[in-house]
């Protein structure tokens, strides 16, 4: 099992661009989310998804989009980046019926210029 | 009602010693309360949890106190090393709800 995978690691944006994080997971996991992480404030949920085709939003979804086509994959898109954007991403999932523990990709560090 | 609060910011330990990091919360429907551990340039990783029915549960060196009445945890490191240097989580949840995450604490631990 990979577990979550997410890329790229680092991006550098211009602001204005847009861009697309990938996120996915191979434990079967119906709970997906997305945080940002930045110094002196946590971890922040972004968007999450309790299944394929269902999102909702967290605390800080402004500048965000998702969609969950699939069980695996949970991408996450930047319409148009914002130095205020700059962060950590994390991609968390984890099964609702076994348990509560999330399991956390390696982060994208993401930086606008 | 949905915040978690957690202290210190930041810890410094010496090698051997004991680190205390505390968090406070305000909705008594949390059924869930885990510590996240996180090395540098890693994700978080599920360290240590327990459920509002125990008041202790020891994994190794690492226990989480609760005290329900006060609405406060704490996870207790003891004969703490460097390679327990990490910033800590704590959070909390209801149900199938979202985890609410406290701000983090970095712990550095000297030999």
């Known amino acids: 099992n990979a577990g979550v995978t997410q890329t790229p690691k680092f991006q550098v944006l211009k602001t204005g661009q847009s861009m697309t994080l990938q996120c996915a997971q191979d434990?079967?996991?119906?709970?997906m989310s997305w945080y940002r992480q930045d110094p002196g404030m946590g971890l922040r949920l972004i968007h999450y998804?309790?299944?394929?085709?269902?999102?909702d939003q967290g605390e800080v979804p402004n500048g965000y989009n998702v969609s969950r086509s699939t069980t695996e994959d949970f991408p996450l898109r930047l319409l148009s980046a914002a130095p205020s954007q700059t962060s950590v991403y994390f991609c968390?999932?984890?099964?609702?019926?076994?348990?509560?523990?999330?399991?956390f990709g390696p982060g994208t560090r993401l930086t606008v210029t | 009602q949905q915040q978690v609060k957690q202290s210190p910011q930041s810890l410094i330990v010496q090698k051997g010693g004991i680190s205390i990091i505390n968090c406070a919360y305000e909705n008594t429907a949390f059924d869930y309360f885990p510590w996240y551990q996180q090395f540098p340039g890693k994700g978080p990783a599920l360290l240590i949890a327990i459920r509002p029915d125990v008041s202790e549960k020891k994994e190794g060196r690492f226990t989480i106190s609760f005290n329900k009445s006060a609405k406060q945890f704490s996870l207790h490191i003891m004969d703490s090393q460097p390679g327990d240097s990490a910033t800590y989580f704590c959070a909390a949840k209801r149900g199938t709800d979202k985890l609410i995450f406290g701000t983090g604490t970095r712990l550095q631990v000297f030999p």
């Open positions: 434990m079967n996991h119906e709970y």
């Open positions: 968390a999932s984890s099964s609702l019926a076994g348990g509560y523990e999330q399991y």
């Open positions: 998804s309790v299944g394929a085709g269902i999102t």
